[in-house]
RNA sequence: GCCCCCGUAGUUCAAUGGAUAGAACGGAGGUUUCCUAAACCUUAAAUGCAGGUUCGAUUCCUGCCGGGGGCACCA
């Protein structure tokens, strides 16, 4: 099944060819109108061409209107100073949304068949709490893998946790100074989260203490067995309580491959580098340096300061024999690649770690790994005070609050509303919804966009939010449930007339095109804007077009209307990772 | 010092180089004997500044102003 958007396409190309001969390189770029007014779709290639093949613009789209056959979908324009207008017609919408509603995939195209993909994101760290600026890799990177699934990628997601950080000198040194096995037993992970901040605490300005957590660290790397089976504890411990929160969240990784995992990986690989004269020893640390093949200002080994350009290499291994970040991430780069015959990875990791990135990236190419890499950046959230929230402060909102928060705002609001659910459905609801609010502000915005954390932001009800999607669901839901007899949409027949049975059917024959677009830039929140869209125009339709109360035939049509409305709904939400409830 | 990201209604956010810049919240005004008013309808309100490229710039380029981040042994 292809889109409309396709299908035009298809057709201009066709009178491109007609009216220009084959080889003229123009691209149809069909997209849908940025206004009602001038149509349904549009395409500016007459503008575009007209300067190559020295033509009018408006002459030019002139004759490719004359040359371009519309049979079944409606018709074309010329406007402006050359826009190609397209409208498309009732009887054409009204059989793709019948074709949609044949479709299990609801028309989506299969763009990503045949390319296996690794999706990297959540990445916590072990013993440490999830707070509220985890949230965005975590949300954004399984809307990705799941909107990558359904457009027929071969999806892997893996959890890189880190559970082989520096934070380990801390937490066991406060395992054997601090820990109350009362509380671990209690609450584990609030316990090793307590441990970790009141060590962190004394090790603010306490050379001693810090000097006590990193022998211990020392010591675990060495591989004394004490330290190794507390640390093998704590990471047991903080997985259990990382994956109640995944679990509510409805999150699944396939591989949860932390750094330690790494390990022993990481000595061979510098010696590799080092043997192929890719890495060299630069002030007792092995780096990685620019090798002169990129120009200066596209060379992340290179950088400008007072006295011109510089070297800023990559360290990958440390003076003192240590290994850093850079090195588990090319092992694991390498490891996707090789073992998992990865065609590209996603790194769903915040915009700060963007030189990072390019480092590791350029290293690995030189190396002779090369996939389609993406750095997916997102933007921070910052505190009140406009600056970055600091995972060490502690005064940072832990996720888990975030979600209980939600949910009990989400009751107050399903308690108000419909007193009539009993109490293990209001519950549910609650639960649906207000983890659906707290994932959907954050897919509606674009992921560089940097936020002050606010509650209110984040748990809003009202307005462009989750809970008014799942409202327009629901109350589709309740027409069926006060349908006399069954209603088969497969048998029926979709005719649109009024003007909001229109506009709503275009939008939703437009999901299988906004889908794919989702991929193009990684950016969920054109999902979410379409979804909008699409539910307010629900709600316009269902103000002005009775359904049980018309006519057989048209109470029909309206009905196949609305269950599309809401498989497209329940579907786009699904992608965002929201799930919708039958009431509310 | 250099590099990266961001700057849009009062507020929070949108807008693959397209036409008269869209929403939501908040403001003002309206809609309920009618399929859930968590809704709908009407209304006022914005592209930091200055240049450039282009038929056309919120979008691309340059400079400035403002906010955030990064730049050798943390991850």
Not at 291 to 305: A, E, K, T, V
């Amino acid at each position: 099944m292809t889109t409309l958007q396709q299908e035009l396409g298809r057709r201009l190309a066709a009178a491109l060819e007609q009216v220009l001969g084959a080889g003229h390189g123009g691209d149809p770029a069909v997209v849908a109108a940025s206004d009602r007014r001038f149509g349904d779709y549009q395409s500016n290639v007459a503008m575009v061409l007209a300067k190559q093949v020295r033509r009018n613009p408006r002459e030019l789209a002139g004759r490719l209107i004359g040359a371009l056959d519309l049979a079944g979908v409606g018709s074309a324009e010329i406007a402006g100073p050359g826009f190609i207008n397209f409208r498309v017609g009732a009887e054409c919408l009204a059989g793709r949304a019948a074709a949609m509603l044949g479709d299990a995939r609801l028309g989506l195209p299969r763009t990503g068949a045949g390319r296996r993909v690794v999706v990297d994101f959540s990445a916590p760290n072990v013993a440490k709490p999830m707070h509220v600026g985890h949230i965005r890799s975590t949300i954004i990177g399984d809307s990705l893998a799941r909107v990558a699934r359904a457009l027929g990628h071969e999806v892997i997601t893996d959890n890189h946790i880190g559970d082989w950080g520096t934070q380990f000198g801390m937490i066991l040194h406060g395992w054997k100074t601090c820990r109350d096995e009362a509380a671990l037993e209690r609450d584990p992970v609030g316990e090793l989260v307590r441990v970790y901040r009141e060590v962190n605490e004394r090790a603010n300005g306490s050379p001693e203490v810090l000097e006590q957590c990193r022998q211990e660290l020392v010591r675990l790397q060495q591989g004394d067995p004490a330290n190794l089976e507390i640390w093998r504890r704590c990471v047991e411990l903080s997985k259990a309580g990382l994956q109640r929160i995944y679990d509510r969240l409805d999150i699944r990784f396939d591989h949860w491959l932390g750094e330690s995992w790494y390990n022993d990986r990481l000595g061979p690989l510098v010696d590799d580098f080092l043997a192929r004269g890719l890495a060299r020893v630069s002030e007792g640390a092995v780096c990685v340096f620019s090798d002169g093949s990129l120009p200066p200002d596209d060379d992340p080994f290179r950088i400008h300061n007072e006295g011109g350009w510089t070297d800023n290499p990559m360290l990958i291994r440390k003076g003192d024999g240590g290994f850093l970040y850079a090195t588990t991430d090319l092992a694991t780069l390498d490891f996707r690649l090789r073992e998992w015959r990865a065609d590209e990875v996603w790194y769903v990791v915040g915009a700060p770690q963007q030189l990072h990135f390019r480092q590791v990236f350029a290293a690995a190419r030189r190396w002779g790994r090369d996939a389609a890499f993406r750095h997916v950046a997102f933007g921070s959230i910052l505190g009140e005070d406009r600056k970055l929230m600091k995972t060490r402060s502690g005064r940072n909102v832990q996720l888990g609050e975030v979600l209980d928060e939600a949910v009990e705002r989400a009751a107050a609001v399903v308690a108000e509303k419909n007193p009539a659910l009993d109490d293990g459905e209001a519950a549910a609801v609650a639960e649906v919804v207000g983890l659906g609010a707290v994932k959907f502000a954050e897919l509606s915005q674009h992921r560089l966009t940097d936020y002050v954390f606010s509650w209110d932001r984040m748990l809003a009800l009202h307005g462009d939010t989750a809970p008014y999607l799942q409202y327009s669901h629901v109350r589709i839901r309740s027409i069926f449930r006060r349908l006399d007899r069954p209603f088969d949409p497969a048998a029926a027949q979709l005719r649109l007339d009024a003007a909001e049975e229109l506009a709503l059917a275009r939008l939703l024959v437009r999901y299988p095109e906004v889908v794919p677009a989702v991929l193009d830039d990684f950016r969920p929140n054109l999902l979410a804007g379409h979804l909008l869209e699409t539910a307010r125009a629900f709600h316009a339709f269902f103000e002005a077009c009775p359904v049980l109360r018309a006519g057989e035939a048209v109470r029909a049509s309206r009905l196949a209307l609305c269950e599309l409305t809401a498989r497209v709904l329940a579907a786009g939400l699904g992608l965002l990772g929201i799930r919708v409830p039958e009431r509310m």
